[in-house]
């Protein structure tokens, strides 16, 4: 079976950061397919990062990462 990693990126739009990982939970068929999803907040200077990591912190396929520069 394959398996697949999702990055996603995220910049000052945690809404639709949250919007894309509730599509990727929903659809089980995909989320059994996916070995993990790494979130990039692209050194968002709201408190995107914050609200992401306590969001997905207890989920272990999901990993938050922030850059120190856009």
Do not use: R
Request: one cysteine or more; hydrophobic letters at 40%.
């Amino acid at each position: 079976m394959c398996k697949i990693a999702v990055v996603i990126l995220n910049y000052l739009n945690y809404e639709d950061t949250i919007e894309c990982m509730n599509s990727l939970l929903n659809i089980s068929e995909v989320w059994n397919y996916i070995e993990g999803v790494v979130i990039v907040d692209n050194c968002s200077t709201n408190e995107s990062y914050n609200i992401l990591s306590d969001m997905y912190m207890n989920m272990p396929k999901v990993k938050i990462v922030k850059t120190t520069q856009n």
